[in-house]
């Protein structure tokens, strides 16, 4: 559903507005104190998440990287070491919060679309001990700045099967989680199998207006619960924002329409400006453009976006991002399409 106003926005999956069963559910949730772990509607939504992914218990966090960074203060210590792709959300867009707040440095990985190989757990466990030492493995599907694209399922169970064998604990940020389940139809308790913590988001496709979980054990969840309190993530009736992820969640199936309009906006770009976009690569709802293949400069692309009420942010580098979601149509990408044109 397009925005009411005529806006059409790519920038990110994150600006979507709350759906009117989504007001409704807010206006109406049952009410406690998420502190005194007593609100009905964010226990029915740890419980469900929980389910989702296969896990026993859950804890609602007010941010995606809140859940990322308190999962790697769980399962590390101060002056050791994370594996983790080098183009990773929680090492290279979290604003430092590794070092800053658990006090850890990440062994990078340079792999192109997220990836990590059995063979470089062996080859850093091989140096771990003269390095720092490693605990954690993380991961992060789907992965944003390669485009949203899917980091195979075979793939992370032969990796995480070798990382459990040094004794690594694994964390995925699957804070497009859903897309990847969209995208492969491998369904969330069988990732939830590869690792031992998994955030992901209701505030991006999913559509809420705000917050993230973490899903794990119940021992797990508990640590992860006293974390949330001392970095200030804990609640009072949080049930109010908890209603509409819960919406969120069980209108998951639906980002299969965001893929189909992600794959029409490609083709489209592709077809007007060759070489601009590989159609091949699109595999979720996130479009990584070759600005230089348009053959026009930001300023004239941003004015023509303005003047056709049209949002997107500017390119970094060579690559122009622009995201596909529930307020986006095929209306929005044919704007988008011909004013480019």
């Known amino acids: 559903m397009p925005f009411s106003d005529g806006l059409a926005d790519f920038r990110s999956d994150t600006v979507t507005r709350p759906t009117p069963a989504m007001y409704q559910a807010m206006a109406e949730a049952e009410l406690g104190d998420d502190v005194y772990h007593d609100d009905p509607t964010v226990l029915a939504l740890e419980r469900e998440s929980a389910e989702a992914v296969g896990k026993e218990d859950a804890v609602f966090v007010p941010t995606g990287t809140m859940g990322n960074q308190l999962s790697?203060?769980?399962?590390?210590?101060?002056?050791?070491?994370?594996?983790?792709?080098?183009?990773?959300?929680?090492?290279?867009?979290?604003?430092?919060?590794?070092?800053?707040?658990?006090?850890?440095?990440?062994?990078?990985?340079?792999?192109?679309?997220?990836?990590?190989?059995?063979?470089?757990?062996?080859?850093?466990?091989?140096?771990?001990?003269?390095?720092?030492?490693?605990?954690?493995?993380?991961?992060?599907?789907?992965?944003?700045?390669?485009?949203?694209?899917?980091?195979s399922f075979d793939l992370m169970k032969r990796t995480s099967g070798v990382a459990r064998e040094h004794g690594l604990k694994i964390h995925l940020d699957g804070a497009r989680l859903w897309n990847a389940v969209a995208a492969t139809g491998i369904d969330g308790p069988d990732w939830g199998e590869l690792a031992d913590t998994i955030q992901f988001c209701f505030s991006k496709g999913l559509g809420a207006p705000i917050g993230s979980v973490v899903?794990?054990?119940?021992?797990?969840?508990?640590?992860?619960?006293?974390?949330?309190?001392?970095?200030?993530?804990?609640?009072?009736?949080?049930?109010?924002?908890?209603?509409?992820?819960?919406?969120?969640?069980?209108?998951?199936?639906?980002?299969?329409?965001?893929?189909?309009?992600?794959?029409?906006?490609?083709?489209?770009?592709?077809?007007?400006?060759?070489?601009?976009?590989?159609?091949?690569?699109?595999e979720t709802n996130i479009v990584n453009v070759d600005f230089d293949a348009l053959g026009m400069a930001w300023t004239e692309v941003s004015g023509r976006l303005d003047g056709a009420g049209i949002k997107a942010n500017g390119p970094i580098g060579p690559v122009w991002r622009l995201v596909t979601h529930r307020n986006v149509d095929d209306s929005d990408v044919a704007r988008l399409l011909d004013i480019l044109a």
């Open 72 to 151: 790697i203060q769980l399962h590390t210590n101060p002056g050791e070491e994370v594996i983790s792709n080098a183009a990773s959300h929680l090492r290279s867009i979290e604003r430092g919060a590794a070092s800053a707040f658990a006090g850890v440095a990440f062994r990078s990985v340079e792999r192109p679309g997220g990836q990590i190989e059995p063979e470089d757990v062996d080859n850093a466990m091989g140096m771990a001990g003269f390095f720092p030492r490693i605990s954690l493995l993380t991961w992060e599907n789907t992965h944003n700045l390669s485009g949203g694209r899917v980091v």
């Open 215 to 282: 899903c794990g054990d119940s021992e797990t969840i508990a640590e992860l619960r006293y974390l949330r309190g001392r970095a200030g993530g804990a609640m009072r009736q949080a049930g109010v924002v908890a209603a509409a992820a819960r919406v969120g969640l069980a209108e998951r199936e639906r980002l299969a329409e965001d893929h189909l309009l992600g794959d029409k906006l490609a083709v489209g770009l592709a077809e007007r400006f060759i070489g601009s976009v590989d159609p091949g690569a699109v």
